[in-house]
């Protein structure tokens, strides 16, 4: 493949699918800043790529490299935002950030951390787009639960009804890695 056909096709999966990219990033990142530098790396891979033409499914290609660079950005973001991340069941409170946030020589402990955030993501990935929203706005984002419902011109209510399905959802989700956890 010549330089310019790799240009030409580079160029057009960037105007087929970058509008697309950015609106599944944004409601998974801090900031916009955030989202685009996602996008960013994303395209710079795929312009490092030596066989682009040998992709079968750009599409699937594209998202999934993009899943991992959102998970990677969680990732590098180890601050505050995982504070108040945790689920309760009848008797304790499980808090996800200490476990994440722990850094670790141990392969055992890296893996489960791998485990947890992709658990995670997967299950935001599976909330509908008004619940997912609310819950990474409020957890990561440290938007009040009134900021979002102003936000969104949604009664407060409706915010908080959509939080806790959102946390039902990732309770459901997460029971296994609960679970496991709490048997070691």
Do not use: C
């Given at each position: 493949m010549s330089k310019k056909e790799k240009e030409h096709i580079i160029s057009h999966t960037v105007s087929k699918y970058g509008e697309k990219l950015m609106t599944?990033?944004?409601?998974?990142?801090r900031s916009s800043e955030d989202a685009e530098d996602i996008l960013q790396e994303v395209w710079f891979q795929l312009s490092n790529l030596t066989n682009i033409s040998d992709i079968v499914n750009i599409s699937s290609w594209l998202f999934s490299v993009t899943r991992n660079k959102i998970?990677?950005?969680?990732?590098?973001?180890?601050?505050?935002?995982?504070?108040?991340?945790?689920?309760?069941?009848?008797?304790?409170?499980f808090i996800i950030k200490d476990i994440l946030l722990i850094d670790s020589a141990s392969p055992e402990l890296k893996l489960f951390q791998d485990d947890i955030w992709q658990a995670l993501l997967n299950a935001l990935d599976e909330l509908p787009e008004k619940q997912r929203k609310v819950y990474v706005e409020n957890e990561f984002n440290n938007k009040t639960l009134q900021q979002i419902a102003d936000d969104e011109g949604e009664n407060v209510k409706t915010i908080i009804s959509r939080k806790t399905y959102a946390i039902r959802h990732l309770r459901l989700k997460l029971n296994l890695l609960y679970q496991d956890l709490n048997n070691d």
């Amino acid at each position: 493949m010549s330089k310019k056909e790799k240009e030409h096709i580079i160029s057009h999966t960037v105007s087929k699918y970058g509008e697309k990219l950015m609106t599944f990033i944004k409601p998974k990142v801090r900031s916009s800043e955030d989202a685009e530098d996602i996008l960013q790396e994303v395209w710079f891979q795929l312009s490092n790529l030596t066989n682009i033409s040998d992709i079968v499914n750009i599409s699937s290609w594209l998202f999934s490299v993009t899943r991992n660079k959102i998970t990677d950005n969680y990732r590098k973001k180890k601050t505050k935002n995982l504070e108040d991340y945790s689920f309760e069941d009848d008797s304790e409170t499980f808090i996800i950030k200490d476990i994440l946030l722990i850094d670790s020589a141990s392969p055992e402990l890296k893996l489960f951390q791998d485990d947890i955030w992709q658990a995670l993501l997967n299950a935001l990935d599976e909330l509908p787009e008004k619940q997912r929203k609310v819950y990474v706005e409020n957890e990561f984002n440290n938007k009040t639960l009134q900021q979002i419902a102003d936000d969104e011109g949604e009664n407060v209510k409706t915010i908080i009804s959509r939080k806790t399905y959102a946390i039902r959802h990732l309770r459901l989700k997460l029971n296994l890695l609960y679970q496991d956890l709490n048997n070691d």
